[in-house]
C-alpha cells in the first residue's frame, strides 16, 4: 500500500495503531480497511470499550488479515462483536481486487502469490509476467547475452507483440 494511504489510516485512527504501522497489502484495500476500522471504532463507542490495537494488517493466501492486541480488556460480548467484524474484513477481501479496489470479476489466482485481482488488473498482470519470463527466457538462452544488449526499441516491440497474444486470448476465453 502506498505510503500516503498507510498515513492516513495512521492518522484517522491512531489508538488502533500505537504499537505496531504495518499494513502489508495493495492499495485495492484500503477502503475495505477504513470501513473496518471506523464499523470497530462504532462498536466500541456503542459498547464504551477501548478499540484493539492492531498488531499487523497484511494479505496472507489471498486474503486481508488482522492481527490485533486487547490490553486490559476483559474477554465478552464487545471483543466477539470485534472478531465477528474482522472476519467479515477477511471474508469481503476476497471479492475486491487488492490493486484497484474493484468488486467486478475477482478471481484469486496465483502467480507465485496468491492474490484476489479483477480482470483488468489480472490483465496486465499476465502480460508484464509474460514479458519477464520472455525476457529471461532470451537472456538465459543464450540468445542474448546480457540484459542490457536488449533495446527500448526491442523492449517496446516484444511488449506491443505481448500485449496483442494476450488481448486477443481474452476475447476467444
Same mark, same amino acid.
Given at each position: *500500500?502506498?505510503?500516503? /494511504? #498507510?498515513?492516513?489510516?495512521?492518522?484517522? %485512527?491512531?489508538? *488502533?495503531?500505537?504499537? !505496531?504501522?504495518?499494513?502489508?497489502?495493495?492499495?485495492?484495500? %484500503?477502503?475495505?480497511?477504513?470501513?473496518? &476500522?471506523? +464499523?470497530?471504532?462504532?462498536? &466500541?463507542?456503542?459498547? =464504551? &470499550?477501548?478499540?484493539?490495537?492492531?498488531?499487523?494488517?497484511?494479505?496472507?493466501?489471498? #486474503?486481508?488479515? *488482522?492481527? @490485533?492486541?486487547?490490553?486490559?480488556?476483559?474477554?465478552?460480548?464487545?471483543?466477539?462483536? @470485534?472478531?465477528?467484524?474482522?472476519?467479515? =474484513?477477511?471474508?469481503? !477481501? &476476497?471479492?475486491?481486487?487488492?490493486?484497484?479496489? !474493484?468488486?467486478?470479476?475477482?478471481?484469486?489466482?496465483?502467480? $507465485?502469490? /496468491?492474490?484476489?485481482?479483477?480482470?483488468?488488473? #489480472?490483465?496486465?498482470?499476465?502480460?508484464?509476467?509474460?514479458?519477464? /519470463?520472455?525476457?529471461?527466457?532470451?537472456? +538465459?538462452? $543464450?540468445?542474448? =547475452?546480457? =540484459?542490457?544488449?536488449? +533495446?527500448? #526499441?526491442?523492449?517496446? %516491440? @516484444?511488449?506491443?507483440?505481448?500485449?496483442?497474444? @494476450?488481448?486477443? /486470448?481474452?476475447?476467444?476465453?
Amino acid at each position: *500500500m502506498k505510503e500516503s /494511504l #498507510r498515513e492516513d489510516i495512521y492518522k484517522t %485512527y491512531p489508538e *488502533m495503531f500505537t504499537q !505496531s504501522k504495518e499494513i502489508s497489502c495493495g492499495d485495492g484495500w %484500503y477502503s475495505l480497511i477504513k470501513t473496518t &476500522c471506523d +464499523t470497530i471504532k462504532y462498536v &466500541c463507542n456503542l459498547n =464504551a &470499550c477501548k478499540p484493539p490495537v492492531f498488531a499487523q494488517i497484511k494479505q496472507k493466501f489471498g #486474503r486481508l488479515v *488482522m492481527y @490485533v492486541k486487547y490490553h486490559n480488556a476483559p474477554f465478552g460480548k464487545k471483543n466477539i462483536d @470485534v472478531y465477528d467484524i474482522i472476519s467479515d =474484513a477477511t471474508d469481503n !477481501s &476476497c471479492k475486491i481486487c487488492e490493486e484497484c479496489g !474493484s468488486d467486478n470479476d475477482v478471481i484469486t489466482r496465483s502467480s $507465485g502469490w /496468491l492474490t484476489p485481482l479483477c480482470r483488468e488488473c #489480472r490483465s496486465e498482470k499476465t502480460k508484464d509476467n509474460i514479458y519477464d /519470463l520472455f525476457v529471461s527466457n532470451l537472456i +538465459t538462452s $543464450g540468445e542474448i =547475452a546480457e =540484459a542490457n544488449r536488449i +533495446t527500448t #526499441r526491442t523492449k517496446r %516491440y @516484444v511488449k506491443a507483440i505481448i500485449d496483442a497474444i @494476450v488481448d486477443e /486470448l481474452e476475447e476467444v476465453l
